[in-house]
């Protein structure tokens, strides 16, 4: 059998480059090599900042300017709905269940022909996700069958407030003139045209949403 | 089974070699190695029809492949379960179930525990190649429990063969052929039965869920504690599973008891956990101050309780106070209530008998206990070589006892009923008498004489006294069973050696239980194959611990195990009256719903009224409270630790489920916190610490141990009779002298019984049954119905002495004549409140 081998490691290269804070001694006493070692690096330096003066800044105007993005950037989750409007959260629960950080709570109600939330029998009545635990994984988007949870572009959530990290459907939920409006480089499942029901008989909820935009 | 044992065979499952008895289908000789083969209609416990066709197994030298539900292992035989011929028919197998199912899951509540995911992931094939519309049905109600869900079907039939082959009522139906056959409830009506709710459980697709627990949580988010069911004496095994992070009880299972309910459970026990989650609890402790209930501190009541007791015992001994406690609390707690008033206040004044007024100190359930009855139901039942049914409507008093027994007579044993109306169980027995109420003792006296005779054997001088002055001639006809029917019974009964008997509450209860449990003991002794032990007898108390109570010496001449008392104190009737007269100065209402239970209502609404101090401890806002001058907020039975004794006397554990609700203190807690503010050196103990004081003092109880009810192991041992050694006389002209004759007004006998789907104790806090609950009727005969002129369904006002009530009329031959039937408890239908205990005639009126 192979028999490991314990190697030193090797000693830490030392401190290079030329030492700068000298007592007035020590430059009384120093060649004219080392002065002109210490002037040379003197220029070498201004002529960086110098150089940096006329560059493009790294930094930029953050309110005014943002900074693009990447196609998949994973920002704060997004409920996304149907083309007829209604949501695509059936409240199933998986999510929050993937959740690595325990980030995700729902609870789930029946729809009923008064008031029709999702396609399938359930919605999620309440939705809340603390942006203080998310980790920003992207797990929940993953298991979702319905595509309804999506990591979205929006990434600015400070606050001066613990609480306002607990995000509910309210901030969570995609404005309904937003509603077709899906991420870069995905497409729209196929759907069947039976799940979706035809936009004639469209539920009163949605029909007073549609008047009212939020 | 034969003496030999069962003949065995040795087969070979995929190489290995495992011997059974003959007969026993090949999955689960499989599954003794281990080998789990996949499978949708059977069942064990249920017939086999083998229409899945998943557990399609190999079998050397048959040509085809062959279900393993439907066959028999065989000598010799060589069984592949994972060959390449089996893969194969187990994937199509699957496309096949899953063409029309809608793949809903992420809505389905079987999401998670469902067997089509489970073996579509192990077995099925990737994708369906099915892209067709998929057959669709119209979504049905069939009740308030259940949500039937078609389309998700697979037609395993297991729900229709359990309705019918165990649950007795063949109302779940599979109907049309081929893809338009379904399943329906017989002619779409609702679902009655109260066994209905397994069908969810052994659903293995969500196409039978639960209405209750509908989308309410997901099964992996559920914490399961394991629990006993507190709504009947049964003690049903049950899991209570909450939502993880939450208080909230949401679903009820049960769990695997072989000696006790196995693996089902009634509807009321699986879909009452509402009651737990209920928002109507008394939630802080509230005093009386210038005549308002006001919130206050457990530190201010408990403080002032302390105060007026001791000022009330002070000046006038402990005889002044009295503590009334239900029959439903953990033994912990009832043997700490009758401590507290035994020790410390010095006074005998405890009673847990809140539902009748029993005739003399010992009443019909001691009078069994000094004769020596098995009183074990559920073991008597499984070894009797028939069952006799006296005076019990098992249907409705209790589910699972009436489930065992349905099981038994399918299984060949004879069942005999005697009952004053006709009972759901009525169908399954050998022979059914009937009687007319309230000539219970008539009866049995009469049944026990002609009996006594056909087997040539001589009873006592006594009992042959006491039995003829039962039977003054007339009395006989009176009783409405026919001298032939009685001598066919007596018939019956001479030729069934090894018999046991189940006596029901209708006839040990009351002022004359002592009498009819004496008669029925004897008759048991006459049937008892084993001559001189104890008689094959076994009583049935109804409530969650109503054994649990007698045990602990919740009695008012008798402490924990038996143990006379040298200067008994007042029963309950007689600390109602204490209360009334002034002699009970202070009344501690412990867990118990006086107002709807005692058969008085009018003697204890007064008592509540005039009694100068009143405690009312409860976790709901029973109708006691307003009358209350300190009320004391309890836990619920799923938050409290605790012991509970069944009907078998069996000791059984409960866990705590959920965290308690703020502010309410569990039984044990309370009473312990009240010794300590007291002073008599109580301090706060875990309830196995009182579980073990328990197992010191009752010595029935000696061999018990907190561990070993936590597995349902632990028996309650016989009693020593010698603590019982006043003379049993059977009190016969007392009896005699309480019989009152009809009020020359009030010509009809107000007859009163259970009913399951009532509103009865924490069941009124449970949305979900007060949805099932049947409205409350009176039922009568028809004769006396067309005498009175009253018809199916019209109003009648039922007048008594105290008070009167209006409830839609019923005619049906199962009213005896002269008697008005009403059966169960509701609020707002107080039965109790028409007339005195021993007079119960009512007059009826349109």
Not at chain 2, 687 to 707: L, Q
Not at chain 2, 829 to 839: F, I, M, R
């Amino acid at each position: 059998m192979h028999e490991a081998v314990f190697k030193p490691l090797p000693k830490q290269a030392g401190r290079q480059g030329v030492k700068v804070h000298l007592t007035a001694r020590q430059i009384k006493t120093m060649g004219w090599t080392k002065s002109l070692q210490i002037s040379w690096a003197i220029v070498k330096g201004m002529f960086m900042t110098w150089r940096h003066l006329f560059r493009r800044p790294t930094t930029f105007n953050y309110p005014n300017r943002k900074r693009a993005q990447a196609p998949r950037f994973r920002g704060i989750h997004r409920l996304q709905r149907h083309d007829d409007g209604l949501e695509r959260c059936v409240g199933c629960g998986l999510c929050a269940v993937v959740c690595p950080s325990d980030a995700i709570y729902l609870e789930a109600r029946e729809n009923t022909p008064e008031r029709r939330v999702s396609h399938g029998e359930r919605y999620a009545s309440l939705y809340q996700i603390d942006m203080l635990r998310c980790i920003f994984c992207g797990f929940c988007e993953e298991a979702c069958p319905e595509d309804a949870i999506i990591l979205g572009a929006d990434w600015e959530a400070a606050s001066v407030d613990r609480r306002d990290f607990v995000y509910a459907k309210s901030r969570l939920l995609a404005p309904l003139e937003q509603k077709d409006r899906f991420r870069r480089g995905m497409t729209w499942p196929d759907e069947s045209p039976e799940t979706t029901p035809a936009s004639t008989d469209l539920p009163e909820y949605y029909q007073k949403l549609q008047n009212k935009p939020a | 089974m034969s003496q030999t044992g069962p003949e065995m065979v040795t087969l070979t499952i995929d190489g290995r070699q495992v011997t059974v008895p003959k007969g026993t289908p090949i999955i689960d000789a499989a599954l003794q190695l281990g080998i789990d083969i996949p499978h949708y209609c059977y069942d064990k416990d249920l017939s086999v029809v083998a229409s899945c066709r998943l557990c399609l197994v190999e079998i050397e030298k048959v040509p085809k492949l062959q279900p393993s539900c439907s066959t028999p292992a065989a000598e010799g035989q060589v069984v592949y379960t994972r060959s390449d011929k089996v893969l194969d028919a187990r994937r199509m197998q699957m496309e096949f179930l899953l063409v029309q199912h809608p793949l809903d899951c992420p809505v389905c509540d079987q999401g998670g525990e469902c067997k089509l995911q489970d073996y579509s992931r192990e077995h099925g094939a990737e994708d369906t190649r099915f892209h067709y519309r998929r057959r669709t049905f119209p979504k049905p109600d069939i009740g308030p429990f259940i949500d039937l869900e078609r389309n998700r079907c697979i037609l395993c039939s297991r729900c229709v063969r359990f309705m019918d082959e165990i649950a007795g009522n063949a109302e779940l139906v599979v109907v049309n052929r081929g893809w338009k056959s379904h399943i329906t409830t017989f002619q779409d009506q609702p679902l009655k039965n109260e066994f209905a709710g397994n069908t969810i459980d052994l659903c293995p697709v969500g196409a039978l869920t639960s209405k209750v627990t509908r989308f309410r949580t997901r099964v992996w988010e559920l914490k399961s504690k394991p629990s006993i069911c507190s709504l009947c004496s049964v003690g049903c095994s049950i899991d209570l599973q909450h939502r993880n992070r939450t208080r909230e009880i949401l679903r009820v299972l049960p769990r695997l008891s072989e000696k006790v309910n196995y693996r089902w459970i009634c509807d009321i026990g699986r879909f009452g956990f509402d009651q737990f989650n209920s928002d109507n609890r008394l939630k802080k402790p509230a005093i009386r101050i210038n005549g308002d209930l006001q919130e206050t501190s457990w530190a201010n009541a408990l403080g002032e309780i302390a105060k007026k007791l001791k000022v009330i015992v002070g000046a006038r001994g402990g005889a002044a106070a009295g503590g009334i406690i239900g029959p439903r609390p953990s033994n912990e707690t009832l043997f700490l209530f009758q401590q507290f008033f035994r020790e410390i206040l010095k006074s005998n004044n405890v009673d847990h008998r809140t539902e009748f007024i029993p005739g003399q100190q010992d009443d019909g359930f001691l009078t069994s206990i000094a004769l020596r009855a098995v009183n074990q139901p559920f073991e008597e039942i499984r070894k009797a070589s028939a069952v006799i049914l006296l005076g019990t409507d098992l249907p409705n008093e209790l589910p699972i006892l009436h489930l065992q027994v349905r099981e038994r007579a399918s299984a060949g044993i004879p069942v005999y009923l005697a009952h004053h109306r006709p009972t759901r169980l009525d169908s399954v027995c050998s022979g059914v008498w009937g009687y007319r109420p309230g000539f219970e003792t008539p009866f049995l006296a009469d049944l026990l004489k002609k009996t006594a005779q056909k087997m040539e054997s001589l009873l006592s001088q006594e009992m042959e006294e006491t039995i003829s002055s039962f039977l003054p001639g007339a009395e006989n006809e009176a009783a409405g069973v026919s001298e032939q029917q009685v001598n066919e019974l007596a018939n019956i009964l001479q030729q069934s050696n090894g018999a046991t008997l189940l006596v029901g509450e209708s006839m040990f209860t009351g002022k004359a239980g002592p009498v009819n449990v004496r008669l029925a003991a004897e008759l048991a002794h006459l049937l008892s194959s084993d001559v001189g032990g104890p008689p094959p007898l076994s009583l049935l108390p109804l409530h969650n611990n109503s054994r649990g109570a007698a045990d602990m010496g919740c009695y008012p001449h008798r402490g924990p195990g038996f143990e006379p008392i040298e200067k008994p104190g007042r029963n309950t009737a007689q600390m109602l009256e204490g209360c009334i007269d002034g002699s009970l100065q202070a009344l501690i209402l412990f867990n118990a719903d006086l107002l709807n239970e005692y058969p008085d209502r009018d003697l204890a609404r007064r008592a509540l009224e005039k009694v100068p101090f009143l405690v009312v401890a409860d976790a709901y806002p029973f109708s006691t409270i307003p009358y209350a001058d300190i009320a004391l907020p309890l836990s619920t039975h799923a938050e409290e630790d605790g012991t509970y004794t069944n009907v078998d006397g069996r000791i059984q554990r409960a866990l705590a489920a959920v965290a308690q609700l703020e502010g309410a203190l569990t039984g044990v807690q309370a009473i312990l916190a009240l010794g300590e503010r007291w002073g008599a050196g109580w301090r706060q103990v875990n309830p196995s610490r009182i579980f073990e004081m328990i197992a010191r003092a009752v010595p029935h109880y000696k061999d018990a141990s907190w561990t070993d009810a936590g597995k349902g192991r632990c028996v309650a041992k016989p009693v020593n009779i010698s603590l019982f050694q006043t003379s049993l006389s059977l009190a016969a002209s007392s009896l005699a002298s309480s019989y009152k004759p009809p009020l020359p007004d009030y010509p009809f006998r107000l007859v009163r019984g259970r009913f399951l789907f009532d509103d009865s104790g924490e069941k009124r806090f449970a949305p979900s049954l007060v949805s099932r609950r049947e409205e409350c009727w009176a039922e009568m005969h028809p004769g006396d119905a067309k005498k009175i002129g009253v018809h199916e369904g019209v109003m009648v006002s039922l007048e008594g002495v105290l008070g009167s009530i209006r409830l839609p009329a019923r005619i049906s031959n199962a009213a005896a004549p002269g008697c008005v039937t009403v059966l169960g408890r509701y609020d707002d239908k107080p039965v109790n409140g028409l007339t005195a205990e021993d007079q119960p005639w009512i007059k009826v009126q349109l």
